[in-house]
């Protein structure tokens, strides 16, 4: 075996144009490219310093050889938008880069070696452990403590200066019965209550859903929304405006209906004032693309674009690279007359901007019992939630869904809101992923304080990993990086074929052989299914009942692969087997 001509490692991958230099990895490929290109040539003419020449012409030349088989989706996406260069450099460079991973997929050795250099970046450090990375006792911690120990946190405070304007996870089917109160503590929306499973009472009584968020943008949000319902506004009205950069006309005036109802009735003054902002802003639809793909043309930020190499027809690819551009949703784009100004518009001192890397398909359930695929990805699920969407609109002009909303954040200290949940009665509560910044003691005490007798709450947790250490790829060494790679990879392919057999949704969606993976996902997915369990017993001890509840979030349109979701009753008679709560 030749040493890698960069550093000096052993290597095996040679370059397919000279055959000549021999790399250990790709990041000493790329690193090499500038200086390389000179001596190898390029075939397409690009200077020498063009790192992104080198992997085009490392790609085609795989591709000549039946290696890293990629879908051309910058050329599907090139014949229907020809005139979008800045788009289709992206594509190509995105598709040059997945065809060359996917070509040493097999090569487990080569993946594990570019991890190990990875790792020795700041920068993936910091990501990998978040804030604690630079705690002086958390780093005693890494050093002191084996594999599979965990870090109990402390409570911190979390106080952004952004706002969503959607879920940032995939939902699972959450359960809510008319005749009862549900809360959500940092709702952002409610979408959970139109993906949710409703159970019918006997009666009438209706089902009153409470959303409660400290960002001020979602709550004006969520009565905006709620308000267009009200009046009976269209469904792809409702989901424009929720959901989609850019609006048709009949979408603006359903919204400006909604505010011109709400700036005079009782709600928050602070949310009134947003509301007022918005009757008079405007937004020119053309300027949404680039407030929304704000991070997309990012050098090697490749990962959003992985459902473009696996979906199985190429109007999916196109479709999928168009929101991913624009963020149109839920109308033909020649229609859209005007930006999103819930999104993109706010008073100046309102001190807040929309998170960035939003995504609608990733608060999509896919594996969802009403959902079906047929066609193409985007009209099967506007099928989809124009249903949902005009179910509940019927039920909250029926009055059988009530729905409020209040500015407000949770803690120890707001005891004021905590008693006020309680005194709700909430047969549900919903904390999002508020477990995340609390100790666990502060946190269970919150969830003591707003229970009633028979409370069940949801979670889901976004950031256990950073507390637990062997959850990530990143804390193995090289050889059980290649054994944890390997058994990743053949886990996902094996579950693929399984979905493939199985489900004739999935099995419409998406191709029958995996063209592209993201070892360091499908690795720490893996991990998160090993590790789970014993970090929900660190949290909860064997006395509280809690049960997960899966999303079924495909591989690929999925923001966060660690992701876990479920509920959990105070109550030591009460267990949520006994409650309708398993899918």
């Known amino acids: 075996m030749e040493n890698c001509s960069v550093c000096k490692k052993k290597g095996r991958t040679k370059c397919q144009q000279c055959n000549k230099r021999v790399y250990c990895s790709l990041k000493c490929m790329k690193k090499d490219s500038p200086e390389h290109t000179e001596i190898c040539g390029n075939v397409d003419g690009a200077s020498a310093s063009s790192r992104s020449g080198m992997m085009e012409n490392c790609s085609k030349m795989l591709s000549k050889l039946g290696m890293g088989s990629v879908p051309d989706f910058h050329l599907e996406y090139a014949s229907k938008y020809g005139k979008e260069k800045k788009q289709i450099k992206k594509l190509t460079s995105v598709q040059s880069a997945f065809t060359v991973i996917s070509a040493v997929s097999s090569n487990t050795s080569i993946i594990a070696r570019n991890l190990e250099e990875d790792a020795a970046n700041p920068n993936i450090f910091l990501k990998r452990w978040g804030q604690k990375a630079l705690e002086k006792e958390f780093h005693h911690f890494l050093q002191t403590k084996p594999l599979h120990s965990i870090y109990e946190q402390k409570t911190h405070s979390y106080t952004p200066n952004v706002f969503q304007s959607m879920k940032n996870y995939n939902l699972p089917e959450w359960i809510f019965d008319y005749g009862k109160t549900h809360v959500s503590i940092g709702c952002v929306d409610f979408q959970q209550l139109l993906l949710g499973r409703l159970i019918p009472c006997e009666d009438d009584t209706p089902l009153v859903f409470y959303g409660i968020d400290s960002a001020t943008v979602s709550i004006a949000r969520c009565w905006v929304l709620y308000q267009m319902m009200r009046n009976g506004a269209g469904p792809l009205s409702v989901?424009?405006?929720?959901?989609?950069?850019?609006?048709?006309?009949?979408?603006?005036?359903?919204?400006?209906?909604?505010?011109?109802?709400?700036?005079?009735?009782?709600?928050?003054?602070?949310?009134?004032?947003?509301?007022?902002?918005?009757?008079?802003?405007?937004?020119?639809?053309?300027?949404?693309?680039?407030?929304?793909?704000?991070?997309?043309?990012?050098?090697?930020?490749?990962?959003?674009?992985?459902?473009?190499?696996?979906?199985?027809?190429?109007?999916?690819?196109?479709?999928?690279?168009?929101?991913?551009?624009?963020?149109?949703?839920?109308?033909?784009?020649?229609?859209?007359?005007?930006?999103?100004?819930?999104?993109?518009?706010?008073?100046?001192?309102?001190?807040?901007?929309?998170?960035?890397?939003?995504?609608?398909?990733?608060?999509?359930?896919?594996?969802?019992?009403?959902?079906?695929?047929?066609?193409?990805?985007?009209?099967?699920?506007?099928?989809?939630?124009?249903?949902?969407?005009?179910?509940?609109?019927?039920?909250?002009?029926?009055?059988?869904?009530?729905?409020?909303?209040?500015?407000?954040?949770?803690?120890?200290?707001?005891?004021?809101?905590?008693?006020?949940?309680?005194?709700?009665?909430?047969?549900?509560?919903?904390?999002?992923?508020?477990?995340?910044?609390?100790?666990?003691?502060?946190?269970?005490?919150?969830?003591?304080?707003?229970?009633?007798?028979?409370?069940?709450?949801?979670?889901?947790?976004?950031?256990?990993?950073?507390?637990?250490?062997?959850?990530?790829?990143?804390?193995?060494?090289?050889?059980?990086?290649?054994?944890?790679?390997?058994?990743?990879?053949?886990?996902?392919?094996?579950?693929?074929?399984?979905?493939?057999?199985?489900?004739?949704?999935?099995?419409?969606?998406?191709?029958?052989?995996?063209?592209?993976?993201?070892?360091?996902?499908?690795?720490?997915?893996?991990?998160?299914?090993?590790?789970?369990?014993?970090?929900?017993?660190?949290?909860?001890?064997?006395?509280?009942?809690?049960?997960?509840?899966?999303?079924?979030?495909?591989?690929?349109?999925?923001?966060?692969?660690?992701?876990?979701?479920?509920?959990?009753?105070?109550?030591?008679?009460?267990?949520?087997?006994?409650?309708?709560?398993?899918?």
């Open 239 to 583: 989901l424009q405006v929720w959901f989609s950069t850019g609006w048709t006309d009949e979408t603006n005036r359903d919204f400006l209906q909604a505010l011109s109802d709400l700036v005079n009735s009782e709600i928050e003054e602070e949310v009134v004032k947003i509301l007022n902002h918005w009757q008079t802003a405007k937004l020119d639809v053309k300027k949404v693309p680039s407030l929304w793909a704000t991070d997309l043309y990012r050098e090697e930020r490749n990962d959003p674009f992985a459902a473009c190499a696996n979906f199985q027809t190429g109007g999916d690819r196109v479709d999928y690279a168009r929101y991913l551009f624009t963020g149109f949703l839920f109308a033909e784009e020649d229609v859209l007359q005007h930006g999103n100004i819930t999104m993109f518009s706010l008073p100046e001192d309102v001190g807040c901007k929309k998170s960035e890397d939003e995504n609608f398909f990733h608060t999509f359930n896919f594996g969802h019992a009403q959902f079906a695929y047929q066609n193409s990805l985007m009209e099967s699920v506007q099928r989809f939630m124009m249903k949902k969407t005009e179910e509940m609109t019927k039920q909250i002009q029926s009055e059988k869904i009530q729905m409020s909303f209040k500015v407000g954040s949770v803690g120890l200290d707001n005891v004021e809101l905590l008693d006020e949940i309680k005194d709700m009665n909430a047969f549900t509560i919903d904390w999002s992923n508020i477990i995340d910044y609390f100790s666990k003691k502060d946190f269970l005490e919150m969830a003591e304080a707003a229970s009633s007798e028979d409370t069940v709450h949801y979670i889901h947790l976004m950031n256990w990993v950073n507390c637990y250490k062997g959850a990530s790829v990143f804390d193995y060494g090289y050889e059980d990086k290649v054994i944890l790679i390997d058994q990743a990879l053949k886990a996902h392919r094996d579950m693929h074929q399984f979905k493939i057999r199985t489900n004739p949704s999935y099995s419409k969606m998406w191709a029958r052989q995996i063209r592209y993976e993201n070892p360091t996902n499908l690795v720490d997915y893996a991990l998160t299914v090993t590790c789970r369990n014993e970090y929900l017993d660190f949290l909860f001890g064997k006395e509280i009942s809690f049960q997960m509840n899966p999303s079924f979030a495909d591989s690929n349109l999925r923001r966060s692969h660690t992701t876990i979701c479920g509920g959990f009753t105070l109550n030591k008679e009460t267990t949520l087997a006994t409650q309708p709560f398993q899918i």
